[in-house]
Structures are given as structure tokens and as C-alpha cells.
């Protein structure tokens, strides 16, 4: 049972390159989420969706953009990478009825020059 | 604003001490939930224990067990016989309508 997957586990980028994290949960969850991890400070939910074809902006959404692709999937896509984003990017999932217990993906390091 | 603070930004004990991780949070609500997820140096968060604000009892799992003061709007983690694999971040968080909010944790060194 492989859990929640995220590819790549790490990328560099130049900035302004483009770039898409993607994210697949095999638990038939029907909420995820995209989180970023910097020192210091707890996770940030960057983008979230609660269903299968909703999506719905977290507390720092601006420079990103996802897609539910269907229900195992959700991807994050960088148009144009700044260095302010370089990051830990996690990818978690949660199943209805059973709130709060999100189930996380290992991380992407990500890191913009 | 909902907010989660970890007043420790680092605590080290010793291997087979008893540790408590503080966390204190803001809320307007009445019903909700607490966690606590640990992350090693893996990298992978875990959900460690939860709380539901409804129940008085505090929560327990093994060695994890927590004080959960309602009315202080209080949330600590207490560890005991505290183990190597214990050292980690520690995460305290709140649920708000299916959105967790985070503190910024505290690293935990247990030392042989």
C-alpha cells in the first residue's frame, strides 16, 4: 500500500522556469492538499480540494496553481518560479468522517535559483 | 484570526525522561479538533495523537498522552519513557473546518 506519492523529490529551477509537483493518493481519500514546509515555521496550506473537481485557495496560494485531475490525483504547478518559493512542498490526503488525520506524501525539496 | 503558537522551539532530554511539549491555540469555536504529528528526520509527518474538544477525557496512545485544557485554550504533548526514535519536529495543530492550522514546532532530541 503505497500510501500518498509525490514526484519529483527534488528539482532545481531557474527562475522563471515552470514546473508541476505531482501528487497521487491510492487510499480513495476524497480531500487534498498541498502544504509548504520553510525553517521556522509550521506547514502552509497552499491550495486544498475537498472533492473530487473542487479546488480552493489555502493561506498562501499566490504564484501556483492545481488541478484534481480525479480523485487519486492533485498537482501543483509553478508557471513562473521565483526564489521565494524554494521550499518543502508536501502533498497530503484525508478520508471524510475521519477529520484531522491527514495522511502525507515524503515531500519535494524544491529549490529556485 | 485562528491561530496555533509552540512557545519551544527546541526542547533535548535525556533517554527515558518524561517530556511535555506545550502548545496554546485561539479559537471561537466550540467544537473542533487537536493533533499532534511528529515528523523525523525522514521527513514524513505522522499523526501522533488527536483530541476531540467535545470529549473531557484527555487522549492517549502508549507513551503519548496529552493535557488538553479547554477554557485555556491549552494543548501539551506529554512523552514518557521517551525514546531515540522519539527526536523529531512535534506539531501541534487545529482543525478548522477541514483545514488544519499549524503551529511552527518544536524539535525533540532525546539524548542517549
Known amino acids: 500500500n503505497a500510501g500518498v506519492t509525490q514526484t519529483p523529490k527534488f528539482q532545481v529551477l531557474k527562475t522563471g522556469q515552470s514546473m508541476t509537483l505531482q501528487c497521487a493518493q491510492d487510499?480513495?481519500?476524497?480531500?487534498m492538499y498541498w502544504y509548504r514546509q520553510d525553517p521556522g515555521m509550521g506547514l502552509r496550506l497552499i491550495y486544498y480540494?475537498?472533492?473530487?473537481?473542487?479546488?480552493d485557495k489555502g493561506e498562501v496560494p499566490n504564484g501556483y496553481n492545481v488541478s484534481r485531475l480525479n480523485k487519486r490525483e492533485f498537482s501543483l504547478r509553478l508557471e513562473s518560479a521565483a526564489p521565494s518559493q524554494t521550499s518543502v512542498y508536501f502533498c497530503a490526503s484525508m478520508r471524510w468522517g475521519n477529520t484531522g488525520e491527514l495522511f502525507f506524501g515524503e515531500g519535494s525539496r524544491l529549490t529556485v535559483l | 484570526a485562528q491561530t496555533v503558537t509552540q512557545s519551544q522551539p527546541e526542547m533535548s532530554v535525556q533517554e527515558a525522561e518524561t517530556v511535555t511539549l506545550s502548545c496554546t491555540y485561539d479559537?471561537?469555536?466550540?467544537?473542533?479538533?487537536l493533533f499532534w504529528y511528529k515528523q523525523p528526520p525522514s521527513r514524513q509527518m505522522i499523526l501522533v495523537i488527536r483530541q476531540e474538544a467535545y470529549k473531557q477525557q484527555n487522549a492517549t496512545e502508549n507513551r503519548f498522552s496529552v493535557n488538553f485544557q479547554k477554557a485555556a485554550k491549552s494543548f501539551s504533548l506529554k512523552i514518557s519513557d521517551s525514546q531515540l526514535g522519539d527526536t523529531a519536529m512535534y506539531f501541534c495543530a487545529f482543525d478548522s473546518n477541514y483545514q488544519l492550522i499549524w503551529g511552527a514546532g518544536t524539535k525533540l532530541i532525546i539524548k542517549p
Open positions: 479559537t471561537s469555536e466550540s467544537n473542533y479538533y
Open positions: 487510499m480513495n481519500h476524497n480531500s
Open positions: 480540494s475537498a472533492s473530487e473537481g473542487t479546488t
